[in-house]
């Protein structure tokens, strides 16, 4: 059972904390059947980002064995017969579209549009530079989609734009990463990263580190915004975004991480005390 946990990665569903944001910037929280329905699709989308990761653990087993740190994973490890973990990602599918439905009908849509862009991704995209990075970014999409659009709350365009620059950033720090741990034998274990060279990812970086900062900061300074918001204050929110991107940069090229953004915000206290005081803050001034 434990490698069955493992295999299913709890430890990542901090990234379905996108699901969440439209009860906060879109101040759902007010209304009990919307906040029921963002937990729902919040649950349904953690069990089925797992039964992604279990297919996608199945289809790159061979790979990850070439991985310092992937060829502990249960399959690739053989602690987890393909078998078991076909019959796992099975239940996950079924689990999380059963969830999303109770939640709301296009809840359920989005998480099957999910589950059909990562089969699409695991057998094909993934090895087409850039879109690739765009792929695993739409994944993020349809997180903020399932929580704001999906619940009949109405999604933002800052903030589906500024969700776009921020996933695409840390998809390209996830290549870098990638590319820092595994030196000559990257494309061996990722085929697409053969494509990429160190100086391109860390443009691509800059751009899009930019870019999200950039939109979030006009997010926070957009007549509608501080309207609906009762606020103009949201701009004092804007160094923690700063301080945590710069820091997480730092990680990736000072410390050889970056590659695990959900580690990274558990386990750095720095950008873990920049995450909580920006949420912090955030909930006091919109609350």
Same mark, same amino acid.
């Given at each position: 059972?434990n490698?069955?946990?493992?295999?299913?990665?709890?430890?990542?569903?901090?990234?379905?904390?996108?699901?969440?944001?439209?009860?906060?910037f879109?101040?759902?929280?007010?209304v009990?059947?919307?906040?029921?329905a963002v937990l729902?699709? %919040?649950?349904? $989308?953690?069990?089925?980002?797992?039964?992604?990761?279990?297919? /996608? *653990?199945? #289809?790159?087993?061979? =790979?990850?064995?070439?991985?310092?740190?992937k060829?502990?994973?249960?399959?690739?490890?053989?602690?987890?017969?393909?078998?078991q973990?076909?019959?796992?990602?099975g239940?996950?599918?079924?689990l999380?579209?059963?969830?999303?439905?109770?939640?709301?009908p296009?809840?359920?849509?989005?998480?099957?549009?999910?589950?059909?862009?990562?089969?699409?991704?695991?057998?094909?995209?993934?090895?087409?530079?850039?879109?690739?990075?765009?792929?695993?970014?739409?994944?993020f999409?349809?997180?903020?989609?399932?929580?704001?659009?999906?619940?009949?709350?109405?999604?933002?365009?800052?903030?589906?734009?500024?969700?776009?620059?921020?996933?695409? %950033?840390?998809? $390209?720090?996830?290549?870098?990463?990638?590319m820092?741990?595994? /030196? *000559?034998? #990257?494309?061996?274990? =990722?085929?697409?990263?053969?494509?990429?060279s160190?100086?391109l990812?860390?443009?691509?970086?800059?751009?899009t580190?930019?870019?999200?900062i950039?939109?979030?900061?006009?997010?926070?300074?957009d007549?509608d915004?501080?309207?609906?918001?009762?606020?103009?204050?949201?701009?004092?929110?804007?160094?923690?975004?700063?301080?945590?991107?710069?820091?997480?940069?730092y990680?990736?090229?000072?410390?050889?991480?970056?590659?695990?953004?959900?580690?990274?915000?558990?386990?750095?206290?720095?950008?873990?005390?920049?995450?909580?005081g920006?949420?912090?803050?955030?909930?006091?001034?919109?609350?």
């Amino acid at each position: 059972m434990n490698k069955i946990i493992k295999l299913m990665r709890p430890h990542q569903w901090v990234k379905n904390g996108f699901v969440l944001t439209g009860l906060v910037f879109g101040h759902g929280w007010d209304v009990p059947e919307q906040v029921q329905a963002v937990l729902l699709a %919040f649950i349904a $989308f953690c069990l089925a980002s797992s039964c992604v990761y279990v297919f /996608n *653990d199945l #289809a790159d087993a061979e =790979r990850d064995r070439q991985h310092p740190t992937k060829r502990l994973r249960p399959i690739a490890a053989g602690a987890v017969s393909p078998r078991q973990a076909l019959l796992l990602a099975g239940v996950l599918a079924a689990l999380a579209l059963s969830i999303a439905w109770s939640a709301n009908p296009p809840v359920a849509g989005y998480i099957a549009a999910y589950l059909v862009l990562n089969l699409i991704y695991t057998h094909k995209l993934k090895r087409v530079v850039l879109l690739d990075i765009f792929c695993i970014s739409a994944g993020f999409m349809l997180r903020i989609l399932a929580g704001t659009d999906g619940v009949d709350i109405p999604p933002s365009n800052w903030l589906l734009f500024c969700g776009l620059w921020t996933t695409l %950033f840390l998809g $390209f720090i996830k290549r870098r990463a990638e590319m820092l741990a595994l /030196n *000559d034998t #990257a494309g061996g274990h =990722r085929r697409v990263l053969e494509h990429y060279s160190a100086g391109l990812l860390d443009q691509l970086i800059s751009i899009t580190c930019m870019g999200m900062i950039f939109s979030y900061s006009l997010y926070t300074m957009d007549v509608d915004v501080r309207r609906i918001h009762n606020t103009d204050q949201l701009i004092f929110t804007v160094p923690f975004v700063i301080y945590a991107c710069f820091r997480y940069l730092y990680l990736l090229h000072r410390e050889a991480g970056g590659g695990d953004p959900s580690r990274e915000l558990i386990r750095d206290p720095h950008i873990l005390g920049a995450g909580l005081g920006w949420l912090i803050m955030t909930l006091w001034l919109v609350a």
